[in-house]
């Protein structure tokens, strides 16, 4: 059940937004790196400027060489230009992006690896997401750092798990390999968008026995959220965008039943 928030909160949710800012350290201000990951945001707005192909390809690189478990590389990029995935989908690059990667999870081209995982699907497929994750997020920091911007996507343009049987059929996947999400790239249209409502570090951190966040925290998160959605998209709301996740929910829980474990 989502809090109510009424003109005040909505008011006050706004400018806790607008206020927060990562907390460095006065002593790493000047660390590029840092900087980078710190200004990194989703975005979702894009000019038509291309991306050029040696910026790509070093983005690309990136995800090649991100970290894996045992150093199995369980990851595969369709890869595709704003042309080609107008070719392959039938519309363009969400939010007019200008190159897109489909990151998925791959236990199938490693096979004497996959079969040491025969008998347990749920390990092969944790880790296969495990690592793929880490490379669209290396090639995210590493565009971010060329100065080219993105957002990963799992529901908006059916290019992400949600759309996991979809993509099966329309990318030829086999056995054992996962739509995870779509990162879209392009040079951003107009400044960054505003943090979204993070959850502060003693929240998510503990050294003993685990806490959970504080529900009151939990419920001003949820207000900031809903606000947040609203000064972003006046015609949406935080609830229906969630509708729109909940809508696909069963379809994808079936569609990865059989990709994962093969029944269902
Ligand atoms: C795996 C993944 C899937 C996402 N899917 C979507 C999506 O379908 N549509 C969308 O607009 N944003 C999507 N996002 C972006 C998140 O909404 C965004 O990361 C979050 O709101 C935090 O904002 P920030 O990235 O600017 O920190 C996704 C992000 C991740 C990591």
């Avoid at 710190?38 to 291309?50: A, G, I, T």
């Avoid at 050029?52 to 590389?73: H, K, M, Y």
């Avoid at 990963?152 to 990318?171: H, P, Q, V």
């Amino acid at each position: 059940m989502l809090p109510k928030v009424n003109l005040l909160d909505f008011i006050r949710a706004i400018a806790r937004i607008l206020k927060a800012k990562p907390h460095v350290p006065p002593t790493l201000q000047d660390n590029p790196l840092l900087e980078t990951i710190l200004r990194r945001r989703s975005v979702r707005s894009f000019s038509q400027r291309e991306i050029p192909d040696d910026v790509f390809a070093a983005i690309l690189e990136a995800g090649r060489l991100a970290p894996s478990t045992v150093n199995l590389q369980t990851w595969a990029f369709a890869v595709f230009t704003a042309e080609s995935w107008k070719q392959c989908f039938g519309r363009p690059i969400p939010f007019s992006g200008q190159r897109a990667v489909i990151v998925l999870g791959d236990a199938h081209w490693n096979k004497p690896i996959a079969e040491m995982f025969a008998d347990s699907p749920l390990v092969s497929y944790t880790v296969a997401v495990i690592n793929a994750s880490l490379a669209a997020m290396t090639m995210n920091l590493a565009a971010e750092a060329l100065g080219i911007s993105s957002v990963m996507l799992s529901e908006t343009g059916r290019t992400g798990f949600l759309d996991a049987g979809y993509l099966k059929e329309k990318l030829a996947l086999p056995d054992g390999v996962f739509p995870l999400m779509t990162i879209v790239f392009g040079y951003a249209k107009g400044p960054y968008p505003p943090m979204p409502p993070k959850l502060p570090l003693d929240q998510i951190c503990f050294t003993s026995s685990y806490r959970g966040v504080d529900p009151a925290v939990v419920e001003e998160w949820l207000k900031q959220m809903i606000a947040g959605y609203k000064a972003a998209y006046p015609l949406s709301s935080f609830e229906r965008q969630l509708n729109i996740y909940r809508a696909k929910i069963h379809q994808a829980e079936q569609d990865l039943t059989q990709m994962v474990f093969h029944r269902g």
